[in-house]
């Protein structure tokens, strides 16, 4: 498992702040930025099982990512896309 420190790290380098009463979140569309074009062991991953993973993880509709939101996204990347990935 992923330690805090590293996720909290990771979150870090998406929160800048893009205005004053955000700080502590991350619009969705940075975090889709990077993370479509990552790549599974077997694939890319498409911008429509993006947009459906990232909805599960987005609590309050809000369209933002927060720390807690972005630690259980992260924690659980690997196993929902791995099991796309055996189909």
Same mark, same amino acid.
């Given at each position: /498992?992923?330690?805090? /420190? ?15 009463? *955000? %700080?502590?979140? %991350?619009?969705?569309?940075?975090? $889709?930025?990077? /993370?479509? *074009?990552? %790549?599974?062991?077997? =694939?890319?991953?498409? %911008? ?5 993973? &990232? ?7 809000? $369209? =933002?990512?927060?720390? $807690?939101?972005?630690? *259980? /996204?992260? &924690? ?6 791995? &099991? =796309?990935?055996?189909?």
């Amino acid at each position: /498992m992923i330690s805090d /420190m590293y996720l909290k790290q990771a979150f870090d380098l998406f929160d800048l702040g893009d205005d004053l009463e *955000n %700080i502590g979140s %991350i619009p969705i569309y940075m975090v $889709q930025s990077a /993370m479509c *074009n990552s %790549i599974t062991s077997k =694939r890319k991953i498409e %911008i429509e099982e993006w947009e459906d993973f &990232v909805k599960k993880f987005d609590e309050n509709n809000d $369209q =933002r990512i927060d720390y $807690q939101e972005f630690k *259980n /996204m992260m &924690v659980s990347f690997h196993e929902y896309f791995a &099991v =796309r990935d055996d189909s």
